[in-house]
């Protein structure tokens, strides 16, 4: 069946140093891949995402790559600021209706200063 | 600014209980999302409804159920919740029927079956 895999499931890195989060997908139909962050005791938000006919898109700190041959994206954070601590979650659409998701089990960036 | 609310925060049921989680939209998206939060496990889809009326079962529905009478509320119901169903339940909306849709969370329902 699908299945997002996401590594690794904790990340601890110092403040102003880069952090990368890798997700692999198994639907090769699969042409929409999010990133959702979820702050401690708040909701799931939309940081940044892409579409299968785009290599990498940036958004200030935040970028992600996505290779459509090896089914795998990446979420990468530079300059990371104890604000990023957050779990992160990749996504990518479902070949099923064309309107959902199925998410990664999530990483938990820690920042320490 | 879409808001998505829930019902509850908090709540706590017996073993065999019908229990009803309610979820409100008020910016008239077409779709909606039931997600079950579990530690290690991730976001995993419950059931998710594109219409009025209309409903798909996602990656783990056994033991629940939905409705969605009116376009702005779906509900997730536990016919006879048992413990495994102590859970967080997020529910989520979308403009439209597209994936490429943002998802907007409400805050969440942390339940726990006794």
């Known amino acids: 069946g699908e299945n997002v895999e996401q590594h690794p499931s904790t990340l601890s890195v110092q403040e102003g140093d880069s952090a990368v989060i890798k997700c692999t997908y198994s639907?090769?139909?699969?042409?929409?891949f999010p990133w959702y962050k979820q702050e401690l005791g708040k909701r799931p938000q939309l940081i940044i995402d892409i579409r299968s006919n785009v290599g990498e898109k940036k958004d200030q700190r935040i970028a992600v790559t996505l290779n459509k041959t090896a089914k795998h994206f990446s979420l990468h954070i530079t300059e990371t600021q104890p604000e990023d601590s957050a779990v992160y979650f990749c996504?990518?659409?479902?070949?099923?209706?064309?309107?959902?998701?199925?998410f990664g089990k999530g990483t938990t960036l820690s920042v320490s200063s | 600014d879409v808001k998505v609310t829930q019902s509850s925060r908090y709540l706590v049921k017996r073993t065999g209980e019908k229990v009803f989680l309610e979820c409100v939209q008020d910016?008239?998206?077409?779709?909606m999302f039931w997600y079950r939060q579990d530690p290690g496990l991730g976001l995993r889809l419950i059931y998710f409804s594109y219409d009025v009326k209309m409903k798909e079962k996602g990656d783990i529905p056994e033991g629940y159920s939905v409705s969605r009478e009116k376009k702005e509320r779906f509900s997730l119901i536990l016919e006879s919740a048992s413990t495994n169903q102590t859970s967080m339940y997020l529910c989520?909306?979308?403009?439209?029927?597209?994936?490429?849709?943002?998802?907007?969370f409400g805050p969440g329902t942390r339940l726990t079956v006794l």
């Open positions: 989520a909306s979308s403009p439209s029927g597209r994936a490429s849709d943002t998802q907007y």
């Open positions: 996504a990518a659409s479902r070949n099923q209706a064309g309107t959902a998701l199925i």
């Open positions: 639907d090769s139909a699969s042409n929409y």
């Open positions: 910016m008239d998206h077409e779709n």
